[in-house]
């Protein structure tokens, strides 16, 4: 087992990370640039595909191993150390990840191949079991003609943004302050599970280029989705790495 984590542990996760990424990002260019290649590009990277793509299960799969990891380092800090801000944390981030997975996945609708109610695929935009495709706009009873009805037509408008605000939050903008010695005086924030900077710039230059090419160039959202979920992933791992560095090298 501790041979098992001392390979990973050499692994470099951030280059390997950044290679899936401009893999899928390159997948996803080719689309536009090779017509012949435009359905397998958007079945695999999930462009304007109406099912699963190859992206989304790796996401799925990433949500799923950090939500699992999370809730490890809940139990192990619960029982040495009863509850602390840091299990707070965990937990978070552990339901966090989970409610992820299930966004993702459409909880379990495409794994198990169930269908729906009919009230659910009324009120769902791509009629499947989710909160970010919900038409809200069927929900509150506004008319078609409504002037608000293109706007919260799809609750994804609204959540994905938000999705992005809050992993960028808390896997760039905090930790890179607290590297710099902000937030020292904040117990909440000091107990932040911190990751590695390496993961931090990752997670930021992640950001920034999906700002830059959605902006200008084509909508690039899944694959921001495909880096933050590595990045959701590569957090716990950095802080369980962190863990059994300590462990193994104590003071």
């Given at each position: 087992m501790h041979s098992i984590i001392d390979f990973v542990r050499r692994l470099n996760r951030t280059?390997?990370?950044?290679?899936?990424?401009?893999?899928?990002?390159?997948?996803?260019?080719?689309?536009?640039?090779?017509?012949?290649?435009?359905?397998?590009?958007?079945?695999?990277?999930?462009?304007?595909?109406n099912g699963e793509g190859l992206i989304e299960y790796i996401e799925a799969i990433c949500w799923f191993a950090a939500s699992v990891i999370y809730f490890l380092l809940l139990i192990e800090d619960v029982k040495k150390n009863r509850w602390r801000l840091v299990g707070f944390w965990f937990l978070f981030f552990g339901l966090f990840c989970f409610v992820s997975l299930g966004e993702e996945i459409s909880w379990g609708q495409h794994?198990?191949?169930?269908?729906?109610?009919?009230?659910?695929?009324?009120?769902?935009?791509?009629?499947?079991?989710?909160?970010?495709?919900?038409?809200?706009?069927?929900?509150?009873?506004?008319?078609?003609?409504?002037?608000?009805?293109?706007?919260?037509?799809?609750?994804?408008?609204?959540?994905?943004?938000?999705?992005?605000?809050?992993?960028?939050?808390?896997?760039?903008?905090?930790?890179?302050?607290?590297?710099?010695?902000?937030?020292?005086?904040?117990?909440?924030?000091?107990?932040?599970?911190s990751p590695f900077f390496s993961t931090v710039v990752f997670c930021g230059a992640n950001l920034i280029a999906y700002l830059i090419i959605d902006k200008l160039?084509?909508?690039?959202?899944?694959?921001?989705?495909?880096?933050?979920?590595?990045?959701?992933?590569?957090?716990?791992?950095?802080?369980?790495?962190?863990?059994n560095r300590i462990i193994d090298n104590p003071e």
């Open positions: 280059w390997i990370a950044s290679i899936i990424v401009i893999v899928f990002f390159l997948i996803s260019v080719s689309g536009f640039l090779f017509p012949d290649l435009k359905v397998w590009s958007a079945q695999v990277a999930n462009r304007e595909y794994l198990f191949s169930f269908e729906p109610s009919e009230f659910v695929q009324e009120i769902n935009k791509q009629k499947e079991v989710n909160l970010h495709n919900l038409n809200i706009s069927k929900i509150l009873g506004l008319a078609k003609d409504d002037p608000n009805y293109g706007l919260f037509q799809n609750f994804t408008v609204i959540l994905n943004p938000l999705f992005y605000l809050v992993c960028g939050v808390f896997w760039f903008v905090i930790p890179l302050f607290k590297k710099i010695g902000c937030f020292t005086n904040n117990k909440l924030i000091s107990a932040l599970p160039f084509f909508d690039s959202g899944e694959i921001l989705e495909l880096s933050l979920a590595l990045v959701g992933l590569m957090v716990p791992l950095d802080v369980l790495f962190a863990k």
